[in-house]
């Protein structure tokens, strides 16, 4: 047995200290909450009539007194996202499984789920971040019925996977399985896309021949093929044990998928409190599950969103993690994967090199993951791959080598040593720097600021050609409560265009940078942010600016009696198209900060009245022979 690193230790320990309170009053909500029997045996007769009105006579059946599971769906599908459209049939599919194993199964509800790729520099996107805390709300909604006993949780995307988790995490008492969809077949090159993007950016590309490389990159169903947001959610869930191992990277619409999707509901059904294997979701969030997590982010070189996402997943199971946590993790991490951006590979070739199942077992060998409780079994389970047999899944050993070191590496031979993520620090705040996708000799940058309140006027200012030959491009006003975060994802063809001719060039936000981003050097999530007073605003056009990713430093450099009368400066962005961003106001004004994850929405469980006054009634099923043939016919309207 590989003894564990002793700073994963140490990260560990120091976190659960820091969180044994709020732990303590989150693993008191769930067993309050813990059903003594179905959860539906808690319902009155006109409660559950309402629960299966719609359902054809076997479920009803099995609705109206067994002691049968009922698994509820939770779905984020919709077909303007591409990784979510096959999810379009798995409802009836799951709901056939689960009759077959002598349960049953209801869509508890629907969660929204829009695409960043729509939205990207359009006034949408600043309603992206909060979509978050909208679809865990709504997560909890779909779960509120008191009608499940497990739930398979169905997203894939960037805010969605978070936003389920948070949710799902509020009845922690459930067991729940994401069910993945998988990603589309490869398409063009990332590496010819990004040239035709940055071609663009300079007026050498054509609008039609832009859309013609983003049409042939972005073609099927199936989740984007780049390791952004959504496949380091993947990534992210099977180092937690929340999906099934080596789940992640199936393409839809293969045997193999549809096979992994039963054996996701088989599995779900298997782990409810009326069996003798009982692991609801908010036992396997763990301290160790979460460490976990962020140290597979680390080293595949993963989402920079995640900064914020895991800090509110982690909250919602009473954990508390910081950047500081994300920093020390990354200094024992060693990266292992090379996928674009970090590299020219996509998630197709990530697998078909080794993918997840190789570098969960070169950490765990490498004493830098816990082997956690899982789904299935524990985190040893997640080094073994499925195979089809005889219509069934089945799992064997997974490779113990790369089938091509240019996009996998093992423990003893990375990348790099680093897991390429650096919390930023000076007189501007604190900030974090994605270092793993930039080249050495662009980490370090200094030049003199050019100060924005909308990523549209650095485009302006760039058809003016009154941008200096290296600068920091300082673009402030784009934080939580400013404007929901938006990405900076718009830039990047620009940024990325510049540098390659030679400049010295650097970004530094409050806002976001989009996890398909990289390349070129950047200090985001800036807290605090400008819209609260943070230094960010205080910074003017050409001051002089230090970004060091190798040493994380930030720094305006500014004489210090200077700096310190500095008014600031105030929100020069022009008001952006409404698109719904009304409905948000109360969710900017709510907002924590990023290092906080952003939250708009309450998560604390420590915030309830008193759980021993909540505690529900016990079941009024018997568990024991004869229990099919209890009748509601008697229980109180």
Known sequence: MTALHPKLVEVTDRIR??????????????????????????????????????????????????????????????????????YESYPAFIRKVARELGATAQVGGGVPAMCDGVTQGRPGMDLSLFSRDVIAQATAIALSHDMFDAAVCLGICDKIVPGLLIGALAFGQLPVVFLPGGPMPSGIANKKKAEVRERYAAGEATREELLEVEAQSYHSPGTCTFYGTANSNQVMLEAMGLQLPGSSFVNPGTPLREALTAEGVRTALSLTALGDDYRPIGHLVDVESIVNAVVALLATGGSTNHTIHWVAVARAAGIRIDWDDFD??????????RVYPNGEADVNHFEAAGGTVFVIRELLDAGLLHNVPTIAGDL???????????????????????????????????????????????????GLAKISAVKTEFRRIHAPAVVVDDPQQLRELHKQRALPHDFVAVVRYQGPTANGMPEMHVLTPLLGMLQ????????????????????????????????????????????????????????????????????????????ALDIGRVLFGGNRRLAGSAEEGALSITVDASVLAPLDDRTPPESEYDLGPGAENVSHETRDQ
Not at 62 to 67: E, P
Not at 328 to 337: K, R, S, W, Y
Not at 416 to 425: F, I, Q
């Open 17 to 86: 200290r820091r969180s044994a309170e709020s732990r303590r009053a989150y693993l008191a909500m769930i067993e309050a909450a813990r059903a003594r029997g179905p959860a539906r045996g808690r319902l009155s007769c006109a409660n559950l009539a309402h629960g299966f009105a719609a359902c054809g006579p076997q479920d009803k059946e099995k609705l109206r007194g067994g002691v049968t599971p009922n698994l509820g769906i939770v779905t984020a599908y919709n077909d303007v996202l591409s990784a979510h459209e096959p």
């Open 328 to 337: 020390d993790l990354a200094a024992i991490t060693p990266l292992l994967a």
């Open 380 to 430: 040893r389970a997640y080094t073994r791959e499925p195979r089809l047999r005889d219509g069934r899944v089945e799992w064997v050993d997974g490779p113990t080598q790369s089938a091509d070191p240019a996009v996998v590496r093992p423990a003893s031979d990375p990348f790099e040593h680093h897991g390429g993520l650096r919390v930023t620090r000076g007189n501007l705040g604190r």
């Open 500 to 575: 390659n001719q030679g400049r010295k060039v650097a970004l530094v936000t409050d806002g976001r940078l989009s996890g398909a981003s990289g390349k070129v050097q950047s200090a985001i999530h800036l807290t605090p942010e400008a819209a609260v007073g943070g230094p960010i605003a205080k910074v003017r056009n050409g001051d002089m600016i230090l970004l060091d990713g190798n040493t994380g430093v930030l720094e305006v450099q500014v004489d210090p009696e200077e700096w310190a009368k500095r008014e600031i400066a105030p929100n020069t962005a022009p008001q």
